[in-house]
């Protein structure tokens, strides 16, 4: 069983960063699409960052310009990189890992982001 592990969380004030990671118990990391997405309270687990196997990269227009998604294969992880934060990307962040061309994915149990006015 594949597990993903998030790490990075924490609270900061608005305009602050952080950085997030994602370690992979398994290499099949080289082989997948790696995603963030987040859930704020009271509201629906919605996407942030896309990355696939090529280097493509798509992100929500929300965080457009202030996050950067990455990874590290030879470490196995992915990584969230969060600028400029605002108090509404509060909400617990989770990676996700699918492999290219495959039927599985694996969800990580996410981390806490909070952002205090």
């Known amino acids: 069983q594949v597990q993903l592990v998030e790490s990075g969380g924490g609270s900061v004030r608005a305009g602050g960063s952080l950085k997030l990671s994602c370690l992979s118990s398994?290499?099949?990391?080289?082989?997948?699409?790696l995603e963030w997405y987040r859930q704020a309270p009271g509201k629906q687990r919605e996407m942030v960052a896309y990355?696939?196997?090529?280097?493509?990269?798509e992100y929500a227009s929300f965080v457009e310009g202030r996050f950067s998604i990455s990874r590290d294969n030879a470490r196995r992880m992915s990584y969230l990189q969060m600028n400029n934060l605002r108090p509404e990307d509060t909400g617990v962040y989770y990676c996700?890992?699918?492999?290219?061309?495959?039927?599985?994915?694996?969800w990580g149990q996410g981390t806490q982001v909070t952002v205090l006015p």
């Open positions: 996700k890992m699918s492999p290219a061309g495959g039927n599985r994915t694996w």
């Open positions: 990355l696939d196997t090529q280097g493509l990269t």
């Open positions: 398994d290499t099949i990391i080289n082989l997948s699409v």
